[in-house]
């Protein structure tokens, strides 16, 4: 069963799309909550005085 | 359009090695780690590998611009967004892939309950719409013009390359049906490319 190139494929619109949907996942990123980053560990410091 | 979190699970066997997007598995995970940390670089390159296939998958399955942009759109912000909740032992590719076909095969079901089967598409498509991004638009109206049955299976195979088993599962039919119904798009296909 062969298969045409689909990877020739390329969909009316696509360009437009492609730039607003990476824009919105940018903002998406962005919105993020900082706490559910894998951010390094950022426990208070066994230096910090107080 | 479903965009809970339980509803963007992990639906599918780990594939095979080979480069999903244009990434290889580790350049992948490396781009899924660089993500989770906030880095717009590591999301471009996700995005840019595996964005383009989910619209077209969209596109051919809804056969509608808007709404393909809106379902490619949504699906990758629903995998930014529950990026915490990924097993980063799995590919990202396959993930995000399955969130769209879901969702690309639920609107088309709410659009033929609708009667809401867009008959311009394909008139659109056939009067080849001038686009420098066409490379092939005779392969896009075929697909495009396959019965639905046909297009979704063939588009969820060859597109978003999922298994068979993944897409039984995905459209509700057997596996038998989905070969079946490859095949017979794929012949349909192979006539019409070679006209």
Redo the contacts between chains.
């Keep these: 069963?062969?298969?045409?190139?689909?990877d020739?494929?390329?969909?009316?619109?696509?360009?437009e799309?492609?730039r607003?949907?990476?824009a919105?996942?940018?903002a998406?990123?962005?919105e993020?909550p900082a706490v559910?980053?894998?951010?390094p560990d950022v426990r208070p410091s066994p230096w910090r005085s107080g | 359009m479903d965009a809970r979190p339980e509803a963007i699970r992990w639906a599918g066997p780990v594939r095979g090695t080979r480069p999903a997007g244009g990434l290889t598995p580790r350049a992948e995970r490396a781009a899924v780690r660089g993500a989770l940390r906030g880095d717009v670089g590591a999301l471009d390159t996700l995005f840019a590998a595996h964005w383009p296939a989910a619209y077209r998958a969209a596109y051919l399955i809804i056969r509608d611009a808007h709404a393909a942009e809106d379902i490619a759109q949504e699906g990758f912000v629903a995998a930014v967004r529950a990026l915490d909740r990924f097993d980063r032992s799995r590919p990202f590719g396959p993930w995000l892939r399955t969130i769209v076909a879901r969702r690309a095969i639920d609107a088309a079901r709410a659009r033929a309950l609708r009667r809401e089967v867009e008959a311009t598409a394909l008139e659109h498509l056939d009067a080849g719409e001038p686009s420098p991004l066409a490379p092939d638009a005779d392969l896009l109206a075929a697909i495009a013009a396959l019965p639905e049955d046909q297009r979704i299976v063939v588009v969820l195979r060859h597109l978003l390359e999922l298994t068979p088993a993944e897409i039984a599962a995905l459209v509700g039919v057997p596996r038998g049906t989905v070969n079946s119904r490859l095949r017979r798009g794929l012949d349909t296909l192979s006539r019409e490319v070679q006209r």
């Design positions: 069963m062969s298969a045409p190139p689909f020739r494929v390329r969909a009316p619109g696509e360009e799309a492609r607003r949907a990476l919105v996942a940018r998406a990123l962005a993020r559910a980053r894998s951010a």
